[in-house]
């Protein structure tokens, strides 16, 4: 089984940042893609980021790109979003997410994070 925790979410007024972390934890998998998602309110969950792990290769929503950075740190098992010039629209529960495979589904999740902005 694999576990996911994330944190690092909060209140930040527009302009702001912040930085999420997700620690993994329990079974790993040597190609293994992690995401990054969000829901915001009343609204269906939206891709936000990727990393494929075994080489750092990234992909971005473009509502983020250019203002968000994922990154992984491999010693640590732990995945990262920075966010930098937030909007309020980026409000919503953010959610770590693992697939096994880079052609895999997102098959384990985290129990999701608050991230608030305020105009």
């Known amino acids: 089984q694999v576990q996911l925790v994330e944190s690092g979410g909060g209140l930040v007024h527009s302009g702001g940042s912040l930085r999420l972390s997700c620690a993994a934890s329990?079974?790993?998998?040597?190609?293994?893609?992690m995401g990054w998602f969000r829901r915001p309110p009343g609204k269906e969950r939206q891709f936000v980021a990727r990393?494929?792990?075994?080489?750092?290769?990234?992909y971005y929503a473009e509502s983020v790109k250019g203002r968000f950075t994922i990154s992984r740190d491999n010693a640590n098992n732990t995945m990262y979003l920075q966010m930098d010039s937030l909007k309020p629209e980026d409000t919503a529960v953010y959610y770590c997410?693992?697939?096994?495979?880079?052609?895999?589904?997102?098959?384990?999740w985290g129990q999701g994070t608050q991230v608030t902005v305020s105009s």
């Open positions: 329990g079974r790993t998998f040597s190609d293994r893609v």
């Open positions: 990393i494929r792990w075994i080489d750092g290769n990234t």
């Open positions: 997410a693992l697939a096994a495979t880079v052609t895999g589904n997102y098959d384990y």
